[in-house]
């Protein structure tokens, strides 16, 4: 990869197989006059990689976060569908129970409505068997029963 003149390059290609620099920090060390000059870049490579490194975790742990309340927040929509499935059937259970109610007020109120009538037919019925009976006491010659019993 890098000459073997430089002695620095085994260095150099051990930070690079594992991920501590890039290629233009990489060309700064191989690069570098002095030992101080070296040491300086060796460490703001490290440094950069390190926060480089925490920032990447930081990013993995918010996606974990975010994950896990996506996670609830589906639990809790599921929840809250299967209530709303549930409160959907009661709902059409009451409804049901109330249409059974009213057909039964209607046909009680239908059948008062002609028991009504048939007890209106049978009074009159009855008014007038009476009245028959009135006048055939008046006209059967018998004095003794002339008088109308009213009923």
Known sequence: MFPRACPKTPVIEEFIKGGLTDADM????MTAKTTAELKNYVNTALAAKKAENNMIQQLQQQLEQANGQLKQLQQQTEQLSQQNNQLQQKLQT??????????ERLKLEKQANMDK??????????KNKQLEVE????????PYNDKIKDV
């Open 117 to 126: 009538a048939d007890y209106n037919d049978k009074m009159l019925e009855l």
């Open 26 to 29: 990489a060309i700064n060390i």
């Open 135 to 142: 006048i055939h006491q008046q006209w059967d010659g018998n």
């Open 94 to 103: 009451n409804n049901d129970e109330k249409l059974q109610i009213e057909r």
